[in-house]
C-alpha cells in the first residue's frame, strides 16, 4: 500500500474539516458535560470515516443523524445542538448549518387545517440546517384523541425520512417524558439514530459556571461572596424548579441588583474595584437562605 | 499644487474695480483655499494652457469665463453680491503622464443655475469657455450635482425597474437590434425585419438615429407597418414587446405629433436623438411621463464632444446630464464592439446610469461622489459591433440592467433574422443561467455557448459566423489617474 | 406554440436540479421567493395567483422545492412561475422569474386587429384557451 501523503492522513482530515473549531469552541463555553462533549466528537469521527468509506465505496446508505437530546433544563442542550449543527456543516451533511428552534406552539395550530401548513412552514425554514425541538413529547397528548399535536408528528416523520438529505431533526427534553413520547410513537424512536443525555452539573461545575458568566459581565466575587455562592448553590440544587445554569444565570442577576442598590448608597466616588466585585451581603440577602420552601 | 505661487486675490475695491485688464485670479476666480459647500454645484476641467500661460491663471479663467466674468473689469459687479457669483477653481493638478495637461477643480455656486434646465447648465459651463484662447483644448470631465439641485429634475419618465415591470423582464438583460439597412427599406419592407426579429427572441427592434421621414418611408408608413409587426409578435410569442419609434423630427410641434400616433397604435416606447437638443429632450421626458411611453435616447452626435481626450465634454458627464434630463435608455457603449472606449471607462457611464448613489472611481474615471436623490435610473444600451459570441464578456461587463442590440449579429445571420434573434436569447439565457448556477463565464463563457449551440443550431450557425471576431484596437479614452495622488 | 415569457423560456424545460440552483443563487442575494400560477398566460396578465405567500425567511433552495413540488401537484396543467423580489432601496421590485411548469398545450394567442379611419388600427390580444373556457377549466 502507498504511503497516504500528508493531507489525506486522518489526523489531517481531522484537522482540516473544521471540526476541530467547533470542539473547541464547544469546550470553551460549556463547563463540565464531559460525556455529551465525548459523545458530540465520537458522532463527528463516525460521520467524517462515513466519508472516508464513501470514496472506498465500502458503505453509500446516508447515515441517520436524527438525534435526541435529554436532560433537565439548563444543562446547554440548546447550545450544544447550535454547535452539532455547526459539526454537521464542516463535514457536509447539512448544508447551511442553521438552527431553528422550536416547541409544540410553532408546529400545531388551534383549529382543523391550521397545523400542516404550520409545520411545513417550520420545515421550510429549518431545510438545509438543524430543527430543534425542545420538550417535543408536548406534540403527544394521549388524553386528547382530536389532538392536532399527531398531525404535526406525522409530517415530521415524513420530512425525516423523505428528506434526510435536506434536515436534521433534534428533539428534546426531560429524560422520563421522552422516553414515555418514544414508547408511544415507535415510528419517531426508530428514526432517532444518537440519543445522547445531558447530566446535571454538579456543584462544583455550577460555580465555574457561575466564574465564567462574571467574567463576561466583567464581575467577580470576593472570597466571601464565593463562599456565600457555594452555599447558595448547595441550597438552591434542592429547591423545585433548579434549572443548572439557567438558574446560576438568574441568581447572577439578582446579585448584580443587589449589588448595584448598595453601591449607590456609598458617599464617595466608586473606585473600579468596587464596581466588580460582588460581596456576601448581596448574596445574603436571597430568599434561598430564609427557607428551604421558598425560593 | 502647493509649489506654485498663489495669484492674491485683490480686496482693495479701488483697485480691483478701476478701469482695465486684470488676471482672472487677481478678480477673484481663483482660492486655492475654498472647501466647496455641500449646495455647490462642482465641475472637473481637463485643461491644456497656452504655452507660457499659468495653470491657476488658466484655472481661474475657466471658473471666470464660466460663471461672471468677462474679459474686462466691469464697475456693474459692485451692483450684485459678486463675490458669491463668482466661480472659484480651487484647485489645480497635474494630469498624471500627460505634461501640459492639468485637471482643474471649479465650484459654482447653487444661485447660478435655473432649476429644472440643462440647458442653463450647459450654456453656463461649456457656453463660452471652450474657444477660450488662453487654453490650447478644454474638456469637461466630471461634474458633481448638490442633492438640492438634482431634486429640480424629473429624471427619467420610466426608469429601469418600472420598465422592467411593464415589460414583466427580470434578471436578465434585453435585447435589441436596429432594423438594417438604416436607409432604403419601405413601410412594408422594413416591418418585416422587426417581426422577424421579435418573433424570433428580441425584446425590442429599433429605428435607427437618421430614420426619420425620408422619401423611401414616410413616418406615418413606419409607424403603422411597425407596429403590426410588433403586436404580431407579442401574440406569437405572449410576450410584451416594443420597437423604438424615432420621433425626431424638424420641430417640437411635428415630434409631439409622430409621439402622439405612436402612442395611438399602442407602442410602448418611443425614441430621439441627442441632435435634438437639451430643450427638446426635456420636453419629449415631460410628454412621456403623462403618456407612460418609455424614452429611448440615440446618442447621436456626441463623439463631436466626447472623442478626443483633450477638448469637449466626457460622455459621463453628457450621461449626468441625460439621466437628470430624463432619458429611459442611453447607448453607453460596449467596450468590446466596434464603438470607442475603454472597459472601465465605459463601466463608469453605466454605473452614472444605474447607481442609487455614485461613489468617487478614479479607475472609472469618476472624480466626484454623486447622491441621485432617488431619481429612476436609466437603462444602458451597448450596441455597435457586438454579437452572441461575446456575450459572456457583455454579462461580465455590465450586468444585468442593460440592453444589448445586435443589429449585424441579428440581421446578418446566414439563416436567416428569426435565427439571428433566437441565437442571441438562447445565448444570453444559458449565460445567465450559468452565471446564476455559480459558474465562472468569463472562463467559462465560450464552452458554455458551445454547449448550448449543441441543441440550438442558430446559435450554432452565428457561432460559426461571427465567434472569432473581436475589435481590438487602442482605446482613446482611458482615465488618468494615480492611486495615490502625486501633488502634495 | 410556447410561450416565451421568463427569464429561461428559450431554454430545454430546466429540471428540478436547474431550478434549485437558481433558487439557491436568489437565496444568497437575501431576496424573498414566490411561487405563481395561473391558466391566463396574456402577457399583460401581471397578477398570476400566489401559492401561498413569498417566503422571506428560508435558508435553503430545498425549503423552497417542496412548495414547488406541492404547486406543480395542485396545478400539473398550470403555468407556474418563480418569482424573486430584492427589497434593496432602488429596486424594490421583481429581479428574477422563470417559467417552471406549463401546460402540455399552449394554443397561444389571437391578434385582433380593429380597422380605424387613416389607416390605423388598433389591436388586442386574446388567448384561444381563455377564450374557450372558464377558470380553471382551460387546460
Redesign the interface.
Known amino acids: 500500500m502507498d504511503n497516504p501523503t500528508p493531507a489525506t492522513t486522518p489526523k489531517a482530515l481531522w484537522e482540516g474539516s473544521g471540526v476541530r473549531t467547533v470542539l473547541d469552541k464547544l469546550n470553551a463555553e460549556l463547563i463540565g458535560l464531559t460525556p455529551v462533549k465525548r459523545r458530540i466528537a465520537d458522532i463527528a469521527a463516525l460521520l467524517l470515516v462515513d466519508k472516508l468509506r464513501q470514496l472506498e465505496g465500502l458503505q453509500s446508505q446516508p447515515p441517520s443523524l436524527h438525534m435526541c437530546f435529554t436532560g433537565n433544563p439548563g444543562t446547554g442542550k440548546t447550545t450544544v445542538a447550535m454547535r452539532m449543527a455547526e459539526v454537521l456543516k464542516q463535514l457536509g451533511y447539512v448544508r447551511k448549518g442553521h438552527l431553528v428552534a422550536v416547541t409544540r406552539d410553532d408546529l400545531v395550530g388551534q383549529f382543523i387545517g391550521h397545523t400542516a401548513p404550520k409545520t411545513k412552514e417550520i420545515i421550510k425554514k429549518a431545510m438545509g440546517g438543524v430543527l430543534f425541538i425542545d420538550e417535543a413529547y408536548y406534540l403527544y397528548r394521549p388524553e386528547n384523541e382530536r389532538d392536532y399535536g399527531q398531525e404535526a408528528i406525522e409530517i415530521l416523520l415524513q420530512a425525516m425520512e423523505n428528506h434526510r438529505d435536506d434536515l436534521v431533526v433534534i428533539l428534546a427534553g426531560y429524560k422520563d417524558r421522552m422516553d414515555t413520547f418514544f414508547s408511544s410513537n415507535p415510528g419517531m424512536a426508530s428514526r432517532i439514530a444518537h440519543n445522547i443525555d445531558f447530566p446535571d452539573y454538579s456543584e462544583g461545575e455550577l460555580m465555574q459556571i457561575a466564574d465564567l458568566m462574571l467574567e463576561r459581565l466583567n464581575y467577580h466575587f470576593d472570597d466571601d461572596a464565593r463562599a456565600a455562592f457555594a452555599h447558595y448553590i448547595h441550597l438552591r440544587r434542592q429547591q423545585p424548579h433548579f434549572a443548572n445554569a439557567r438558574s446560576i444565570r438568574n441568581a447572577l442577576d439578582r446579585i448584580r441588583l443587589r449589588h448595584a442598590t448598595r453601591v449607590l448608597e456609598a458617599d464617595h466616588a466608586l473606585t473600579r474595584e468596587q464596581l466588580t466585585t460582588l460581596q456576601a451581603a448581596d448574596i445574603l440577602a436571597s430568599r434561598v437562605f430564609n427557607s428551604g420552601a421558598s425560593h | 499644487m502647493g509649489n506654485m505661487d498663489q495669484p492674491q486675490q485683490i480686496t482693495d475695491a479701488k483697485k480691483r474695480y478701476s478701469a482695465g485688464v486684470l488676471k482672472y485670479a487677481q478678480m477673484g476666480y481663483w482660492d486655492g483655499d475654498y472647501v466647496p459647500k455641500a449646495t455647490d454645484i462642482l465641475a472637473l476641467f481637463r485643461i491644456t494652457p497656452q504655452e507660457g500661460v499659468d495653470p491657476i491663471e488658466a484655472a481661474a479663467a475657466v471658473a471666470g469665463e464660466s460663471s461672471t466674468a468677462t474679459w474686462t473689469v466691469v464697475w456693474t459687479d459692485r451692483l450684485t453680491a459678486c463675490d458669491m457669483y463668482r466661480a472659484k477653481a480651487y484647485r489645480v493638478d497635474p494630469v498624471p503622464g500627460i505634461p501640459g495637461q492639468y485637471f482643474c477643480y471649479v465650484a459654482y455656486d447653487l444661485s447660478l443655475f435655473e432649476e429644472g434646465s440643462i440647458a442653463n447648465v450647459t450654456a453656463s459651463i461649456i457656453g463660452n469657455v471652450f474657444s477660450f484662447k488662453p487654453l490650447k483644448a478644454a474638456r469637461l470631465e466630471d461634474m458633481q450635482f448638490p442633492v438640492a439641485y438634482v431634486k429640480t429634475f424629473a429624471g427619467p419618465p420610466t426608469g429601469i425597474?418600472v420598465e422592467?415591470?411593464r415589460l414583466?423582464?427580470?434578471?436578465?438583460p434585453l435585447l435589441g437590434a436596429t432594423t438594417k439597412p438604416k436607409l432604403g427599406l419601405s413601410g412594408r419592407n422594413y416591418g418585416r425585419v422587426v417581426y422577424e426579429g421579435l418573433k424570433g427572441?428580441l425584446d425590442f427592434m429599433k429605428d435607427d438615429e437618421n430614420i426619420n421621414s425620408q422619401p423611401f418611408m414616410h413616418w406615418?408608413d413606419r409607424f403603422?407597418f411597425v407596429?403590426?409587426a410588433v403586436?404580431?409578435a407579442?401574440?406569437?410569442?405572449?410576450?410584451?414587446k416594443g420597437s423604438y419609434l424615432n420621433v425626431t423630427a424638424g420641430t417640437m410641434e411635428e415630434m409631439y405629433k409622430r409621439a402622439q400616433f405612436a402612442k395611438?397604435?399602442?407602442s410602448i416606447i418611443i425614441m430621439i436623438d441627442l441632435v435634438v437638443g437639451w430643450t427638446a429632450i426635456q420636453s419629449m421626458s415631460n410628454w412621456c411621463r403623462q403618456n407612460d411611453m418609455i424614452l429611448h435616447m440615440h446618442r447621436a452626435g456626441h463623439g463631436t464632444y466626447t472623442r478626443q481626450k483633450n477638448h469637449g465634454v466626457s460622455f459621463r458627464v453628457i450621461a449626468k446630464w441625460l439621466r437628470l434630463a430624463g432619458v429611459d435608455h442611453l447607448h453607453a457603449g460596449t467596450a468590446v464592439g466596434k464603438l470607442e472606449g475603454d472597459p472601465m471607462t465605459v463601466q463608469g457611464y453605466y454605473n452614472v446610469c444605474r447607481d442609487?448613489h455614485t461613489k468617487v472611481d478614479l479607475q472609472r474615471g469618476i472624480f466626484f461622489e454623486q447622491d441621485w436623490g432617488?431619481l429612476r435610473?436609466v437603462m444602458p444600451v451597448a450596441s455597435g459591433g457586438i454579437h452572441a459570441g461575446q456575450m459572456h464578456q457583455l454579462i461580465d461587463l455590465f450586468g444585468d440592467d442593460v440592453v444589448l442590440q445586435f443589429g449585424g449579429g441579428t440581421i446578418g445571420h446566414p439563416q436567416g433574422i428569426q435565427a439571428g434573434a433566437?441565437a442571441n436569447?438562447?445565448a444570453l439565457?444559458?449565460m445567465?443561467?450559468a452565471r446564476?448556477?455559480?459558474r465562472d463565464i468569463k472562463n467559462e463563457g465560450p464552452q458554455i455557448l458551445r454547449d448550448?449551440a449543441k441543441?440550438c443550431s442558430p446559435l450554432q450557425g452565428a457561432l460559426d459566423t461571427w465567434g472569432d471576431i473581436t475589435f481590438n484596437y487602442t482605446s482613446t479614452d482611458t482615465s488618468d489617474f494615480v492611486t495615490t495622488p502625486s501633488v502634495s | 406554440m410556447r410561450i416565451t415569457q421568463g427569464t429561461f423560456s428559450f431554454l430545454p424545460d430546466l429540471s428540478d436540479e436547474q431550478i434549485g440552483k437558481q433558487v439557491e443563487y436568489c437565496l444568497d442575494k437575501g431576496w424573498a421567493i414566490g411561487i405563481e400560477y395561473t391558466d391566463d398566460p396574456h402577457p399583460r396578465n401581471t397578477y398570476w395567483d400566489m401559492f401561498g405567500m413569498p417566503m422571506f425567511d428560508v435558508r435553503d433552495a430545498a425549503g423552497i422545492m417542496l412548495e414547488v413540488t406541492a404547486c406543480r401537484k395542485t396545478f400539473p396543467q398550470h403555468y407556474i412561475r418563480v418569482t424573486a423580489f430584492d427589497s434593496t432601496h432602488g429596486t424594490e421590485s421583481v429581479v428574477l422569474s422563470f417559467i417552471i411548469n406549463r401546460p402540455a398545450k399552449e394554443p397561444g394567442f389571437r391578434l385582433i386587429r380593429s380597422e380605424e379611419p387613416g389607416r390605423t388600427i388598433r389591436y388586442s390580444i386574446e388567448s384561444y384557451a381563455v377564450q374557450a373556457h372558464a377558470e380553471g377549466e382551460r387546460y
Open positions: 425597474v422592467r415591470e414583466d423582464k427580470f434578471g436578465r427572441g406615418r403603422l407596429m403590426d403586436n404580431k407579442s401574440a406569437a410569442t405572449g410576450e410584451v395611438e397604435l399602442g442609487t432617488a435610473k433566437t436569447r438562447v439565457e444559458a445567465v443561467l446564476n448556477e455559480g448550448a441543441w
